[in-house]
């Protein structure tokens, strides 16, 4: 793990007296207790947020209507409704990323189940394919052929050639706003999360599974709510009944079911992708769950839309959440992956940041704790709500830590006293690292399950290798 010393690693310094160093990891230890109660509060937060969003623009079109006003004004509550879902979908992220590292709740099960419901599957992912991607970027942080981040954003041309100008920087972010741009984004951030390429450092190339695995559930995703809107479609504009039309919509979504269940209960388990980290709920119950909350989410947009008198649920549905996902909220992923990881190299200390922003900022582009990323990646066991104590542990002990870790204050405008950079200059040139030895970090795995510790270490004796 490059040259650090093991007192070092363990991040405090080597001189110091054994009773100090028991303290501190008595510390640690109690930053990294997990329970089975407190994100629920969180993840309820972000929920009441989307509902409350949705809740609030519908009933302004009813005033525009009311009041008889022309259909733009609409638009201005439209927009900040995308705004915010887009940011509220990166918290939903947020909760991913907390399951990912087995710290949303302690219980393992019930971190996964709560982490795939209330945060995976409304994004149409999975913790355990998010894990795959995301435990790969810690341990290989910054390594361009083995961290996900850097080759999925250089691939799909997100990656901004660092350092950058404070002018080139702008013309980045504008660029971004190119919908096609956000499109691909996403297209190439699901093609790294389902295990689709062969640089993931966890990938088994003994065991790739069956590519329908994936492409029946992806075609499920996105056949059935076309062939849904279209036979309700025809009931709403008078070709046929209405009634007749949701009944046969309601079919098609139990039927496709139906068959899907089937056929990921009978298919042999080599026809799932296999990884060298071990899933806490098997690939075919995941399958399965995923299955059944798109079929609860299409069922509940159908029969809604009968029942409450031809609201446009789906259309809602649309706008409100399938409009975000593709371009506030991976604005919002592109903007983070840029200010944590972009101008910064391989060193323990300096792969990525502190930030220092305004809640709103914060709730936007940091969720879950994201603000405070370099300790987050110095001891990612350590969950989202404790990172600002460890931060300041980590300032007071770890004299490294408190010398070389960078704080950033704002975007780009200098406050009167402040003494921090801001996002704009620590992605410029004068703040470009270079010289620091590479870090491997292995203690991202601390509550995986690893079934081919050999395969991984020899990945990281490539990475070093290689720096």
Known sequence: MGSQSTAVQNGIDADVDMDTKRDYRAVIRSLKERDNYT??????????????????????????????????????????????????????????????HFILFENRKLNELASDWFGAFPIYTSTYAFRLHHLAHHQFVNDPERDPNFSQAKDSGHWLDFPVAHIDLVWGIIRQLNPVLLVSYIAARARYSALGVDTNPYADPKSPGSPWAIRWGVLYAV????????????????????????????????????????????????????????????????????????????????????????????????????????????????????????????????NSRIFLVNPFVRYAVFPFGMDYHLPHHLMAAVP?????????????????????????????????TQDNPTIVDVLGPDFAPSGN?????????????????DAIAAQKQESLNNH
């Open 39 to 100: 994100n629920f509060a969180y993840i309820a937060q972000v929920w009441a947020i989307i509902i409350g969003t949705i809740v609030l623009t519908v009933w302004s079109f009813s005033v525009v209507a009311w009041e008889g006003l022309g259909w733009w004004w609409n638009i201005p509550m439209v927009v900040v409704a995308v705004f915010v879902i887009g940011a509220s979908q990166h918290q939903l992220g947020g909760i991913v990323h907390e399951g990912t």
């Open 223 to 350: 056949m059935v709510p076309f062939a849904v809107i279209a036979l309700l479609s025809a009931g709403e504009l008078g070709y046929a009944d209405s009634a007749s039309m949701t009944a046969w919509a309601m079919g098609i979504i139990v039927v496709a079911t139906a068959v899907l269940v089937v056929y990921y209960a009978v298919i042999p388990d080599d026809a799932f992708a296999k990884s060298r980290l071990d899933p806490i709920i098997s690939h075919r119950a995941t399958a399965i769950s995923r299955l059944s909350f798109m079929a609860i989410l299409y069922s509940g947009l159908t029969l809604g839309e009968y029942y409450s008198g031809g609201m446009p649920m789906w259309g809602y549905f649309g706008l409100f959440w399938i409009l975000p996902l593709f371009s506030t909220f991976p604005l919002f992923m592109i903007l983070r992956e840029w200010v944590q990881h972009g101008n910064a190299d391989r060193g323990r200390y300096t």
């Open 437 to 453: 030895t590479a870090y491997v970090d292995d203690a991202t795995l601390e509550y995986a399950s690893v079934n081919d510790k």
């Open 384 to 416: 989202h709500y404790k990172l600002k104590g460890l931060h300041e542990l980590l300032l007071e002990k770890d004299a490294q830590y408190s010398s070389r870790a960078q704080v950033v204050e704002g975007w780009s405008l200098h406050k009167g």
